[in-house]
């Protein structure tokens, strides 16, 4: 699968990836992250179905979020 690609406002491009990890408690839990090259720590991947990327204004650092029903 090809990653989700988006580019901030300063252009930067950068591309969603998710990784497993365990928490302290013994738990599974799927965390996403963008990151500048696609590969590396994480699996790339697509957005995920209910989730829009938001954006830090200050820095341009990326995140995703539910989209929220009001």
Do not use: C, W
């Not at 930067?12 to 839990?29: A, E, I, S």
């Not at 209910?50 to 539910?66: A, Q, S």
């Amino acid at each position: 699968m090809a990653a989700y690609a988006h580019t901030n406002s300063k252009g930067v491009q950068y591309f969603l990836h998710k990784k497993d990890v365990t928490l302290r408690g013994g738990k599974n839990q799927t965390i996403y992250f963008f990151a500048k090259v696609e590969g590396g720590k994480g699996e790339p991947t697509g957005l995920p179905e209910g989730y829009e990327v938001t954006e830090n204004p200050r820095n341009g650092f990326l995140t995703i979020r539910k989209i929220r029903k009001d």
